[in-house]
């Protein structure tokens, strides 16, 4: 086929548009999104973003269902026809476009982005896009933004609706970090565009724009909850009742572990959830499932989780190994309670995808028992961990045994 024929071919086969729109609506769009819009039969898109393009639209506009389909049914069922898709900013950055391209390959649509309003956040503050964390909580926990409260960082965060910046300056002052100076930027690229500062301790601004982006420059106070990047963080952030693996063994695991991105943990017999936890600090991308079969537990993990900023750790209670069924596949587990319960050590390693890791802690003379087995027939590496801490001996300290620690690391083959 002649290149020009193929060009042809491959524009005809591209039957969906993707068009990025701001507050200044069509002023703002190149000719190509321009026609895009006007070209297509049928236009999708909130209702804001339909008003916003309604002189070019000569098609069918069509606001999206109540409530919003994730699967983008309707769109996909006019497959070979002329649709566009309208979007806020740049529809692959926290967009629907992110949505789309599940459900639709990148060859058969044409995208044109416009400014995200991260970008236009950092433009108007003149801040360095490279230099600051963004992170979206436009319908998503407002704990997401706890892991990246670090003193005299900067954060870009999109918000739901107009109670979003009063509800995140007040976990910035619970938090210690109330001293923080927050802008908050409404209607940006709009004729309403307006940007305001508040400290987070004494913010009030009300009449605030339902479009809004809320930029803040981390400041801490004396005992600010600040959560450290490394393996191990300190056991009393954690809320716990004694069953927690201490930060010096916790590390070693995590390291055991070795966290990729993108990757699925189980943690069996949870306790307090810190494993899963921190696996899931290591990155936005990682995902951890906690399995913890005593209720009270199970709640009390689901709090950490919240309170360390990664919400979206999945509680499972119930007794493995009848409760791991039908649960995603792991790319590594952690074993740190109830491995000596029938079943459970064998269920773990039949559920291990190929060149998965497999880690498992004893303390108990019954649980090393079942690792010296399994370290038999299978292989793998055994180490014990001793840690002691410094204790008052009457007038004078001395070095304090903890209950020391068996380790089982283990690949599996393919």
Known sequence: MPPESAERALNQSRWLSIVGIGEDGLNGLGENARAAI?????????????????????????????????????????????????????????????????????????????????????????????????????????????????????????????????????????????????????????????????????????????????????????????????????????????????REIRALTLSALGPRRGEVLWDIGAGSGSIGIEWMLADPSMKAIAIEANGERAARIGRNASTFGVPGLR??????????????????????GGGSEPGVLDAAIASLTPGGRLVANAVTLEMEAVLLGVHRRLGGNLIRIDVSRVAPIGAMHGWKPAMPVMQWTWVKQG
């Not at 509680?315 to 740190?336: H, K, M, R, S, Y």
Request: overall charge negative; charged content about 20%.
């Open 315 to 336: 509680v499972v209670e119930g007794e493995a190994p009848i409760v791991l069924i039908g649960l995603p596949t792991p790319d590594a587990i952690f074993i740190g």
């Open 38 to 246: 006007s070209s297509a039969s049928v236009v999708f898109g909130g209702r804001r973003h339909l008003e916003l393009a309604a002189p070019a639209i000569t098609g069918e506009a069509r606001p999206w269902p109540t409530p919003f389909d994730a699967a983008m049914r309707d769109v996909v069922a006019l497959r070979g026809r002329k649709v566009c898709v309208l979007a806020s900013g740049d529809p692959f950055f926290f967009g629907v476009g992110a949505t789309l391209s599940h459900h639709v390959p990148a060859e058969e649509f044409t995208a044109y982005p416009a400014p995200s309003a991260f970008s236009l956040a950092a433009s108007k503050l003149g801040w360095p896009l490279q230099e600051i964390e963004t992170v979206s909580l436009h319908g998503r926990p407002l704990d997401l933004i706890r892991p990246l409260l670090h003193p005299g960082r900067r954060i870009i965060a999109l918000t739901s609706d107009e109670k979003g910046p009063a509800e995140l300056a007040a976990l910035l002052t619970k938090t210690g970090f109330g001293r923080s100076q927050m802008a908050v930027l409404e209607a940006l690229g709009g004729a309403a565009e307006r940007v305001r500062w508040s400290q987070a301790n004494e913010f009030a601004l009300g009449d605030i724009n339902v479009l809004n982006v809320v930029a803040v420059d981390v400041a801490a106070e004396a005992g600010a909850r600040i959560l450290p990047r490394a393996f191990g963080l300190d056991d009393g952030l954690f809320e716990h009742d004694g069953q927690i693996t201490k």
